[in-house]
């Protein structure tokens, strides 16, 4: 099914433990994440670009998953963070991740922000001249000196879903080439900016070399420019992340090795044709290192069989699982206590959220399912349990790591008393009328 999932007796086992028995334990929605799966995937893009160019820093996309334990899992792996925000700034410090290996990227970024940014002593990845324009003064004000890079938007199409595209020539992020050369220049001119690096990022959920070959080259050649027009050799080159996964068994996909094997070498080039030092490489890979540590497990509560359809009712909606209606994303389920089940029907797996686009997946060939049967979302470890919400009035789901055969509750269930944080009601509200 997966390497670190399988049937055991027709139970789907995760990291060695049932999955319905945590189900039982700690209730439904719930999501888990595997440790050691977290850990092989980390360890297999560090070593595939590591063994072919040695000066490589992984700075992991936590927007994947924040989850804390995650992020002292990867803290003890060595891992640096990809941050765009205070909240994720205060998490990766929470973990430990020392800020000389946090790059904060983002866009529109707040003058508080870059301040927070600024104090931390992270990298500060800039999106537009104007960010410059404003950590300048900020840090003209203060006295102090940020370490900075631009993220460049290379004009290419990554293949990918277009909300997951970024580095599309009208997308939002970033600087265009060919102001390149004048941000570079004011940058290295403003005292309090130490012009550190570049960065692009092109889009999410890759399936293929070729974008990043092309962008790739594009960054080297601005690079080179860079050394030529101002005299300015880079400590830094961030090729961002959006490695894709397999979702789905026929899909294409490409791995750590080959997309190293496919722009070490035109980094290389670059580099002798422009008579460059080598610079630390930079890569941000999320969905790659947590996407399929993790499931989403969900309990099948009413059963609805229409002449056009039938329906499995769940007790999850997109409010714990966004992707699929978001990005029409196809995650694969399976029955977890009878995971070895020959398919016997088709079906939709429908949430519980009063809206229709809150089908879970469509048109699934699945064995028979019974009411109180738990449904396993595969690859739900990124951009799952973190882009949940408390809509219809659900508190979010509990979260729970496996290890080497054992397990532990890393995020508590929320109740109804997190539905009234923060509220207030205004006393006149309250008279009674
Ligand atoms: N670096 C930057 C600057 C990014 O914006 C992102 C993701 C990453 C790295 C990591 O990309 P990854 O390796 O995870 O593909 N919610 C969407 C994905 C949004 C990705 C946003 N940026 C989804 O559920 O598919």
Known sequence: MRPHISAEDGRLTMGGVDLVALADEFGTPLYVMDEDRIRQRYREFRDA???????????????????????????????????????????????????????????????????????????????????????????????????????VNPAVDPGTHPHLSTGLRESKFGIPEEEVL???????????????????????????????????????????????????????VDLGGGVGIRYREDEPYITPGQLAGAVVPIIRDKLSEYGLEEPELYLEPGRFIVGDAGVMLTRVSTIKATPYKKFIGTDAGFHVLARPLIYGSYHEVVVASRADAPPEEVVDIAGNVCESGDILARDRRVPAIRPGDVLAFLDAGAYGFIMASQYNSRPRPAEVLVHAGGYDLIREREGFEDLLRHQRVPERLREVR
């Open 182 to 236: 004048e941000a570079y220049r004011r940058a290295a001119a403003a005292d309090g900016l130490e012009v550190a690096g570049i960065h692009m990022h092109i889009g999410s959920q890759i399936t293929s070399t070729s974008p990043y070959e092309e962008a790739c080259s594009r960054l080297m050649d601005l690079v080179g420019m860079l050394k030529q027009e101002l005299d300015v050799e880079l400590e830094f």
């Open 49 to 151: 670009f590591q063994s072919l160019y040695p000066r490589v820093r992984i700075c992991y996309a936590c927007k994947a998953n924040t989850s804390l334990a995650v992020l002292h899992i990867l803290r003890q792996e060595g891992a640096g963070a990809d941050i765009l925000s205070e909240g994720e700034l205060f998490l990766v410090n929470e973990a430990g991740i020392p800020p000389e290996s946090v790059i904060f990227t983002g866009n529109n970024k707040t003058d508080r922000e870059l301040e927070a940014a600024l104090d931390a002593g992270v990298t500060i990845n800039l999106d537009a001249v104007h960010e410059m324009e404003r950590l300048e003064g900020i840090c003209r004000a203060r006295g102090m000196t940020a370490r900075v890079s631009f993220r």
